[in-house]
């Protein structure tokens, strides 16, 4: 089953705050006199890009998800591959697997 709109909007919540933790991380380290090693600076940066690119594609999803609900309002068939109860349904309740501990 697909993620409902709650589920996407549930992961996009915790995408945006992943990354601005991360963002604050960054201005810490910039702020301050301490220095990082390069190989913290990549790794940083790196989870920067990820956390973007996560928030990105869930963005898109949201999109798609709208869009299948707005074909269906007007009654007609939806190009994606998802259907509108599977977006209004009851969702799975989990922790949001992309997060590194």
Request: no cysteine; glycine share 10%.
């Given at each position: 089953m697909a993620d409902t709109i709650g589920d996407l909007i549930d992961k996009l919540t915790i995408a945006n705050i992943r990354l601005w933790h991360l963002e604050d991380e960054k201005r810490d380290y910039s702020n301050s006199k301490k220095s990082l090693t390069e190989e913290e600076v990549k790794?940083?940066?790196?989870k920067i890009n990820?956390?973007?690119?996560?928030?990105?594609?869930l963005i898109d999803q949201i999109n798609a998800a709208i869009r299948?609900?707005?074909d269906k309002r007007h009654g007609k068939d939806s190009s994606m591959t998802f259907s509108y109860e599977e977006?209004?349904?009851?969702?799975?309740?989990?922790?949001?697997?992309?997060?590194?501990k």
């Open positions: 790794s940083l940066l790196h990820q956390t973007n690119k996560e928030r990105n594609s299948v609900l707005v977006l209004l349904g009851s969702g799975k309740n989990k922790f949001y697997s992309g997060e590194d």
